[in-house]
């Protein structure tokens, strides 16, 4: 059984997945991805996978400074994410699009992120 972001980074990475992460709490997940320069890693499809006081909350992109999220325990948001990247090898289409397709009533999980301007 999955329980620790350990246990998550070797389920993914079994996937084809690139992981990411940053000590217990968190991993970034990802596919295609390349180098930019000085260590930096970027990708086209790309997701996170937060650890919280009592749940999990996985992170994907949707359009412009938005963000898809949704909570909830780590066996079940990391299944979640492999058919979402599954999904998306399948059709090519952004991972925002894929997410859409998989994850029933998505846009009610839209978080939208304030960006201020200075």
Known sequence: MMKTVAD???FFENEGLYV???KDRSLWIATNVRD???????SDHACSLIKGKQEWTAVFPAEASCTFQISGALPEL???ISVVFAKQRVTGDPL????RQ???DSERLIARQVVAHV
């Open 20 to 22: 990411s992460t940053d």
């Open 96 to 99: 925002r699009d894929a997410f």
């Open 8 to 10: 998550a980074k070797a």
């Open 36 to 42: 930019a320069g000085n260590g930096v890693l970027i």
């Open 102 to 104: 998989v994850v029933p």
């Open 78 to 80: 990391a299944a979640t």
